[in-house]
């Protein structure tokens, strides 16, 4: 059976680990070539890369920061000069730099707003230019496709974490106008919103049996989730099979986001 994203070709940023690194693979193991894109470890994406084209496909890692124009335009270059156009853009990349309002610095605040939602920005503004360079495809209904990493935290506000759920937030209007924006010449722009997945950005959140007892009253589902719940969620939202699916976001979060709180309660 031919595979959902076969002959496609799809960028992912932050790659390296966590949520990036679990979506890069699925897109490859869907069949779409991959450029994994790191910040500042480039082993993990070397080491994906190397197993996948060992296994037939096609990958390489390229280093940038999301949050410098220079160096996105570098990123969508190198893709381009290796596998000559992108179906689809993965904007991952993000951080947390948690802090209470008044212990929160300015750089805290701008550390995570120029990663989180400019690096989006600018990750989207390139995948539009060169899904319009490329023009029409020949393998996907779509002109180009394009998934923000959101989060749960585009609606649930998170105490301590302001910068943070600002930036998810501000996701949540960026992605929907610019899919408003785009969508009259097939190009398809979604979210995905994560709840809490077992990666590094929240192993405080985990990693002891008191911290993860805590976390689990937050998921109605019972269990954590894992990087390859949101791999196969985004295979989904980047093939044809969700092609008439535009501006939407896609919580992937056990139920989080139902409040479980206000079960016996409210
Ligand atoms: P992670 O810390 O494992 O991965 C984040 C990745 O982003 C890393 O590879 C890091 O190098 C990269 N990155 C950071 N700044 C960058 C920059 N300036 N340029 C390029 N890459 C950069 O964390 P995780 O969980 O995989 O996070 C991925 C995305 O998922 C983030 O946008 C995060 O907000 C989102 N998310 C995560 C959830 C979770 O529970 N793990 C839940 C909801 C959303
Ligand atoms: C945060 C994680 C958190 C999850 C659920 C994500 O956006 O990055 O730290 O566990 O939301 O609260």
């Known amino acids: 059976?031919?595979?959902?994203?076969?002959?496609?070709?799809?960028?992912?940023?932050?790659?390296?680990?966590?949520?990036?690194?679990?979506?890069?693979?699925?897109?490859?193991?869907?069949?779409?070539?991959?450029?994994?894109?790191?910040?500042?470890?480039?082993?993990?994406?070397?080491q994906l890369a190397a197993e996948i084209e060992q296994a037939g496909g096609s990958a390489f890692a390229i280093q940038a920061d999301v949050s410098d124009p220079a160096q996105v335009d570098k990123l969508f270059a190198a893709c381009r000069a290796r596998f000559?156009?992108?179906?689809?853009?993965v904007a991952n990349a993000g951080l947390q730099k948690d802090a209470a309002i008044a212990d929160m610095t300015l750089d805290d605040w701008q550390f995570v707003l120029s990663t989180n939602l400019t690096g989006q920005f600018l990750t989207c503004q390139a995948a539009v230019r060169e899904f319009r360079?490329?023009?029409?495809?020949?393998?996907?209904?779509?002109?180009?496709?394009i998934i923000c990493m959101s989060s749960v935290h585009e609606v649930i506000p998170w105490a301590g974490h302001v910068n943070y759920a600002a930036s998810k937030g501000g996701i949540q209007m960026m992605m929907k106008s610019l899919a408003q924006e785009v969508a009259p010449e097939g190009i398809r722009v979604n979210s995905i919103a994560p709840g809490a997945i077992r990666t590094p950005i929240n192993k405080d959140?985990?990693?002891?049996?008191?911290?993860?007892?805590?976390?689990?009253?937050?998921?109605?589902?019972?269990?954590?989730?894992d990087v390859d719940d949101i791999g196969k969620a985004a295979v989904w939202l980047a093939s044809d099979e969700s092609d008439y699916v535009v501006g939407t976001t896609l919580f992937v979060d056990g139920g989080m986001t139902l409040y479980p709180g206000f079960a016996d309660n409210g």
């Open 133 to 145: 360079r490329r023009g029409p495809s020949t393998v996907s209904k779509a002109l180009g496709k």
């Open 84 to 89: 000559g156009g992108i179906d689809i853009v």
């Open 205 to 225: 959140a985990w990693d002891s049996q008191a911290a993860l007892d805590k976390l689990l009253q937050l998921i109605p589902y019972g269990r954590v989730g």
């Open 1 to 46: 059976m031919e595979k959902l994203l076969a002959n496609q070709v799809a960028l992912i940023t932050g790659a390296s680990s966590g949520i990036g690194y679990g979506v890069a693979k699925a897109l490859a193991n869907a069949g779409a070539a991959v450029a994994l894109n790191y910040h500042s470890h480039a082993e993990p994406d070397e």
